[in-house]
C-alpha cells in the first residue's frame, strides 16, 4: 500500500488548495479515504471522509462549508479542496486509506496559511 499526498504549500488567509492523494498497492475503488491534520502539539484529527463509491460524505464542524472532499476511482486519486483558509487550518495534512479493518497512512503534506 501507498498513499502519496501532494498540493501543499504556504497560502494566504482566504486562499485556496487542492491536495491530491495517489493510491497504489490496493484495491481503491473497494476503499474508504480519509483525510486527516496535525498541527504542532496537536493530536492528529479528523477532517473528511468519503466512501468506496463517492456517493457519501462527511466533514469536521470546523471545515463544513470551506473543504471538499472527492475521489476519482478511475485515477486511484482522491482530492482535498480547501477554500476560505485560515491560519488555524496550518497543519500537515495526511490521506488514509481503511482497507480490511486496517488504516494505511501517506506520509503527509504541510500546508501553512499565513500572510
Known amino acids: 500500500v501507498q498513499l502519496v499526498e501532494s498540493g501543499g504549500g504556504l497560502v494566504q488567509p482566504g486562499g485556496s488548495l487542492r491536495l491530491s492523494c495517489a493510491a497504489s498497492g490496493f484495491t481503491f475503488r473497494r476503499a474508504g479515504m480519509s483525510w486527516y491534520r496535525q498541527a504542532p502539539g496537536k493530536v492528529r484529527e479528523l477532517v473528511a471522509g468519503i466512501v468506496s463509491t463517492g456517493g457519501s460524505t462527511n466533514y469536521a464542524d470546523f471545515v463544513k462549508g470551506r473543504f471538499t472532499i472527492s475521489r476519482d476511482n478511475a485515477k486511484n486519486t482522491v482530492y482535498l479542496q480547501m477554500n476560505s483558509l485560515k491560519p488555524e487550518d496550518t497543519a500537515v495534512y495526511y490521506c488514509?486509506?481503511?482497507?480490511?479493518?486496517?488504516?494505511?497512512w501517506g506520509q503527509g503534506t504541510q500546508v501553512t496559511v499565513s500572510s
Open positions: 488514509k486509506a481503511y482497507i480490511s479493518s486496517n488504516d494505511y
